[in-house]
């Protein structure tokens, strides 16, 4: 065999911890090397693809990040064989989640922890943040929780909402 899949504690801890705590890191896509760039980038320049967006919202699309950004969304209440250990302990899944959409897929993604176990106060925070992704990724959600938020958000928001633990499952089954 020519490596060991066997993952120590300290090995796992320090992988989390260096370079900087966490896998995440949030990097401009455009130039910001001159005050012109600063200028286009926040303000005056900003102002235009506003005006647009508000007089088009399809524009979003086109001048932010919406289309190619995803929430990876938690509440920590049911962690792949390790149970409902809250949300901020789901944290590190739902970095994780968001790097292999990045690495794979070449998709942004950022994660959101919930503490709620509320499916109204779980549902109503998740489609307020709507307009800032392009869809939403729920993920290690109990049952039948996960059920009545996922169908909530499908009829109350106008983005893909993606169930991980069901459909993920089910792609990888009928693969």
């Keep these: 065999m020519a490596?060991?899949?066997?993952?120590?504690?300290?090995?796992a801890l320090a992988y989390h911890l260096?370079?900087?705590?966490?896998?995440?890191?949030?990097?401009?896509?455009?130039?910001?090397t001159t005050q012109r760039d600063?200028?286009?980038?926040?303000?005056?320049?900003?102002?235009?693809?506003?005006?647009?967006?508000?007089?088009?919202?399809?524009?979003?699309?086109?001048?932010?990040?919406?289309?190619?950004?995803?929430?990876?969304?938690?509440?920590g209440t049911a962690i792949l064989g390790l149970g409902n250990l809250g949300a901020l302990a789901s944290k590190p899944?739902?970095?994780?989640?968001?790097?292999?959409?990045?690495?794979?897929?070449?998709?942004?993604?950022?994660?959101?922890e919930l503490d709620t176990e509320d499916p109204d106060a779980f549902?109503?925070?998740?489609?307020?943040?709507?307009?800032s992704f392009g869809g939403i990724n729920l993920e290690d959600i109990k049952a039948p929780e996960c059920f009545i938020i996922e169908q909530r958000l499908k009829e109350e928001m106008d983005?893909?909402?993606?169930?991980?633990d069901q459909h993920?499952?089910?792609?990888i089954c009928a693969a």
Excluded: C, Q, W
């Excluded at 739902?94 to 993604?109: C, P, Q």
């Excluded at 549902?123 to 307009?131: E, F, H, I, K, Q």
């Excluded at 983005?159 to 991980?164: A, G, K, L, T, Y």
């Excluded at 993920?168 to 792609?171: C, E, K, L, S, Y």
């Design 123 to 131: 549902v109503n925070a998740v489609r307020l943040m709507g307009p």
């Design 38 to 75: 600063l200028s286009l980038a926040y303000s005056p320049g900003v102002a235009v693809p506003v005006e647009a967006i508000a007089e088009d919202p399809s524009t979003a699309y086109d001048y932010t990040t919406k289309g190619n950004m995803v929430a990876v969304i938690s509440n």
């Design 168 to 171: 993920g499952t089910a792609v």
């Design 93 to 112: 899944v739902m970095e994780g989640k968001s790097v292999l959409f990045k690495r794979f897929a070449d998709i942004n993604s950022i994660d959101i």
């Design 18 to 32: 260096e370079p900087v705590p966490g896998k995440l890191d949030i990097s401009a896509s455009t130039r910001m």
């Design 159 to 164: 983005i893909p909402v993606f169930h991980d």
């Design 3 to 11: 490596g060991s899949n066997k993952v120590t504690r300290e090995e």
